[in-house]
């Protein structure tokens, strides 16, 4: 079982989390959810659409005008405030990695704690588990937040990411946060190049394998747009192709842009994996 | 297609009859997240209960028929009987024409509609005669589920003189294409 604050999933059940960003920077909606009501009504669209998590971010991860504390919780607590009374059965998710942006949020009832910068503040795993909500432990080889990697290298990309990730899992746990609470993520493109990303993709079944779920946030990223040669806004089919392979190493949750095509993607490559069945199965069996 | 026989002596004891159509759909080989005939399997179910209340049932059917009703069977805790052994209850594996419409899996036959319809007025009147004089060539240009089984159907039900037999449609449709009925027939 999976426990998101307030909700609990199967373990043979993926989960889509849809991005919402509450920023006027992010690299692929540039802005479009800044404004608070065009926000609510992107967490409204992506509930229709079936996702099962939000995960409202405050800060754009790369470099920029830097952005405080106090900022970031301006652009999120009440939004994270207001869609908990919204959609009271949704998973809230809350990009950030400040202990105190944490506190914040999960009193404004998060379910979840992304911290994408792999634990950059100490004392997020203590928010967390205070708070009885899960968190989600990446990989980012020790990058500082916010910042693109520099000739970084790795004498084994996917074990450094095991490595990290299930340390940095365990410090969850030992601070209080629940077992069935702690999500990983190798953290495509932070603190990686495209050859890194694309082994982490290749290779995703070893983390599969540590039996913690695995996270992937692959939406129009670089190591596919480097990959296939396309800007962002024309990356959602090379997306959708590393959906599939990590979909079919077991991944659980998918961070996304585009929750319908991504709904699609991870169901077909589970039901070709055997691990859902068709969702209407009848030619050649009337 | 070759009738299976009927063996004398064991047939007279039949009081009951239950028609389901050979449906693979209905095996637990190929589950889906929705079932595609979940109207159909209840009233299969319904009509199995009734046929194996009176204790084991014997099959008529081809192998697939047969498998169908073994899981049919299954589901409702009906045992299977042998074909020597007597049983009160008979489940006839067997179905209408598959050609009723361009979508159909045999693509459209004008001559489907007709057949089907003189089928199901056979069923439902538990005709005997019109059942064993099934045309089983043209049946099985049809893709007619089982012609044989019909045929059997009707010399089960010459055992008895006419008109000791009642037939009680549950499930009279043609989803894909394919005719089903689901029926019981009870002397």
Redesign the interface.
Known sequence: MLRLGRQTFADDQTLVMAIVNRTPDSFFDKGATWAEEKAHERVASVVAQGAEIVDIGGIKAAPGVEISAAEEKARVVDFVARVREEHPGLVISVDTWRAEVGDAVCQAGADLLNDAWGGADPELVDVAAQHDVAMVCTHTGGATPRTRPFRVEYEDVVRAAIDDTMAYADRAVAAGVREESVIIDPAHDFGKNTFHSLEVTRRLGEMVATGRPVLVSLSNKDFVGESLDLPVGERLIGTLAATTACALAGARIYRVHQVVETRQTVDMANVIAGRLLPARAIRGLQ | MTAHSVATGTAAAVSRIAVVPG???LLPD?????D??ADLRAACLEAVRWVGAGGPVRVVGDAQGARVAEALLGAASVPVSGAGDGAAGVLVVANGT?RRTEKA?GYLDDRAAGFDAALGAALRGADAEQLTALDTALAGELLVGHPAGWVELGSLLAQLPSGEWAADVLYDDDP???QYWVATLSS
Not at chain 2, 30 to 34: E, G, I, T
């Open positions: 449906v693979l759909a190929y589950p889906s997240r929705v595609p005939v598959a899996p894909f294409g394919v």
